[in-house]
Structure formats: structure tokens, C-alpha cells
């Protein structure tokens, strides 16, 4: 059993169009003491989709670390995401390849035992409702 089951998302209405807006959410539920952490944010425009998909990874891994996890179960609807973070696909992008090392290198090494799951959007909801609140609400 992981300690912690997370829900990520992120999203760009415009997908990196110049005003184009981005926001992440995300959910932790600490199955240890069965406690809940939801996250939202509005990260700016003119960024793309994956951007905010691997800002809210990112996001959601810090928050754990603070939290003192050390094994946790990742959900992410975003298959693209998922495939890179295990390897399956190679992350070319200019803009994303800090963000992946940043996971890899210095967030990762954290944690004892984790897993990077793809999931269809309508099982990440929570997440998926985090990121359009952000949107919705910010100026």
C-alpha cells in the first residue's frame, strides 16, 4: 500500500497561445491518516497544456515531501505525461525538459517507492475541477 494516492491535472485554454491561460490542481489523499489535501493554482498564460501538466507534478511532489511521504500513487489523465515520467516516451520539448530533471533528479529521490498511472479524464475529476476553479477565478 502507498501512503499517499494523488490526482494531478493541468490545463491551458488556448495551449500556449499568447493569452492563453494555465492553472494546476491537485489532490492528496494521505492514506495513512486518512486525510485530504486538495491544491489550486493559476499559473499565468501563454503557456501550453504539458506545461501545466507537469507544473502540478511537480506541485504535488513538493507538497508531499513537506508532508513527510515517502511512497505515494500518482494519477494523471494526461497520457503523454505519464509516458515520459516512466519512460516509455522520450521528452523532447525545450520548455518541459527542466521540468522533467527537476522530477527526476531532485524531486523523486525523496521517496522509497512510487507509480505513474494514466487514468481517463472522468476518474480525475477532483483534479480536473481544481484546474478549471483557477481558471474561472483568476484575474
Do not use: W
Not at 495551449?15 to 494521505?30: K, L, P
Request: aromatic share 12%.
Amino acid at each position: 500500500m502507498f501512503e499517499a494516492t494523488c490526482f494531478c491535472d493541468g490545463g491551458s485554454r488556448g495551449n500556449g497561445q499568447e493569452n492563453s491561460r494555465a492553472a494546476i490542481g491537485y489532490v492528496i489523499y494521505d492514506n495513512v491518516n486518512k486525510k485530504e489535501y486538495r491544491y489550486h493554482k493559476f499559473l499565468g498564460t501563454g503557456l501550453t497544456n504539458n506545461y501545466a501538466e507537469y507544473t502540478a507534478v511537480i506541485e504535488c511532489l513538493k507538497k508531499m515531501i513537506k508532508m513527510n511521504i515517502k511512497s505515494f500513487e500518482l494519477n494523471a489523465d494526461s497520457q503523454l505525461l505519464i509516458n515520459q515520467l516512466n519512460g516509455k516516451y522520450a521528452v523532447r520539448s525545450e520548455n518541459i525538459i527542466p521540468l522533467y530533471r527537476t522530477i527526476k533528479n531532485e524531486l523523486l529521490p525523496h521517496f522509497d517507492n512510487y507509480k505513474f498511472n494514466h487514468v481517463l479524464r472522468y476518474k480525475n475529476k477532483v483534479a480536473d475541477s481544481l484546474v478549471n476553479y483557477a481558471l474561472d477565478n483568476s484575474e
